[in-house]
Nanobody, 126 residues
Framework: QVQLVESGGGSVQAGGSLRLSCAAS????????MGWFRQAPGKECEGLAF???????NYATSVKGRFTVSKVNAKNTLYLQMNDLKPEDTAMYYC????????????????????WGHGTQVTVSS
């Protein structure tokens, strides 16, 4: 089992940058695939950036070229570097983890993720 805690959210102006972190506790972190999601009020959960246990990444079209996902297994930490932020990026941001052994798996659907953090708020003003 994995416990996830996000940090690094805040308020920035359009065009600014933030780096979110997701600290994981529990065993077997390196076996998990990880993802970043967000949800704005009145909107559905949106998948943003995903990384497999062997480092394969995938991005939603809305953030490709602006957001970068990475992880440091030795620190049990997942990151999301967000550049050129826009007001429409305002949302609660969540990290999530799931596990599928033996293969590289990088799902984009929230239903494929078993463990979720409580979120960190990102607000972008124009």
């Amino acid at each position: 089992q994995v416990q996830l805690v996000e940090s690094g959210g805040g308020s920035v102006q359009a065009g600014g940058s933030l780096r979110l972190s997701c600290a994981a506790s529990g065993s077997g972190y390196s076996y998990y695939y990880m993802g970043w999601f967000r949800q704005a009020p009145g909107k559905e959960c949106e998948g943003l950036a995903f990384i497999g246990r062997f480092g394969t990444t995938n991005y939603a079209t809305s953030v490709k070229g602006r957001f970068t996902v990475s992880k440091v297994n030795a620190k049990n930490t997942l990151y999301l570097q967000m550049n050129d932020l826009k007001p429409e990026d305002t949302a609660m941001y969540y990290c999530a983890a799931g596990r599928r052994d033996w293969i590289e798996y990088v799902p984009v659907s929230p239903s494929e993720y078993t463990y979720w953090g409580h979120g960190t708020q990102v607000t972008v003003s124009s």
